[in-house]
């Protein structure tokens, strides 16, 4: 089973403090990466995909890569209490189809 | 924009009951997939299909059967429910080895 390693958290922020979650991989031929925020009782909305190494940034979010230590970041600049959510990473499979999810980390910014 | 439909936001049935859990996405997607998530358990892979009439088990899919007749649309079937199966149920589209977009869930409850 790959497996797909994230705090649980919860982890508290203040507002526009910058937030940060990882994310560890035992896969190494994955390839692809997401980042998934999930409301309460909502489905899980795809925020950032990543494919090589280093940082990709989309507006408040930026997200790491380091395939040699199999490590993923999301940052989230300037939290707001509407980021406060349950953020998924995801990682696709060497083989396979469906992506290898974490369990999440709970983010809860603070006003 | 992807747009994946379930067909209920919430259903309650008794224990016994031959349910349908019927999905649809409008973009001509390969691959499609059942979830179910549970809390401190995480997206767990029930079954998932990558063409018209083809499915592969995923994770759980003891209690479950599913149908893909068409390309956009993929049905999961559980043959007879029991309360361990109360849960939330997630189906999701994707175009290949990559991202996956998510419907809206389905809340089931077994009684």
């Known amino acids: 089973q790959k497996e797909v390693e994230q705090n649980s958290g919860p982890l508290s922020v203040p507002e526009g403090a910058i937030a940060s979650l990882n994310c560890t991989y035992s896969?190494?031929?994955?390839?692809?990466f997401f980042w998934y925020r999930q409301y309460s009782g909502k489905s899980p909305e795809l925020i950032m995909s990543i494919y090589s190494n280093g940082d990709k940034e989309d507006g408040r979010f930026t997200a790491q890569l380091n395939k040699a230590s199999q490590y993923v970041s999301l940052l989230i600049r300037d939290s707001q209490p509407s980021d406060s959510a349950t953020y998924l990473c995801a990682v696709t499979p060497d083989s396979g189809y469906a992506l290898n999810f974490g369990k999440g980390t709970s983010l809860l910014v603070t006003p | 924009d992807v747009k994946v439909t379930q067909s209920s936001r919430y259903l309650v049935k008794r224990t016994g009951e031959k349910v349908f859990l019927e999905c649809v996405q409008d973009m001509d997607h390969e691959n499609m997939f059942w979830y179910r998530q549970d809390p401190g358990l995480g997206l767990r892979l029930i079954y998932f299909s990558y063409d018209v009439k083809m499915k592969e088990k995923g994770d759980i899919p003891e209690g479950y059967s599913v149908s893909r007749e068409k390309k956009e649309r993929f049905s999961l079937i559980l043959e007879s429910a029991s309360t361990n199966q109360t849960s939330m149920y997630l189906c999701?589209?994707?175009?290949?080895?990559?991202?996956?977009?998510f419907g809206q869930g389905t809340r089931l409850t077994v009684v």
């Open positions: 999701a589209s994707s175009p290949g080895r990559g991202e996956a977009f």
């Open positions: 896969d190494r031929g994955s390839q692809s």
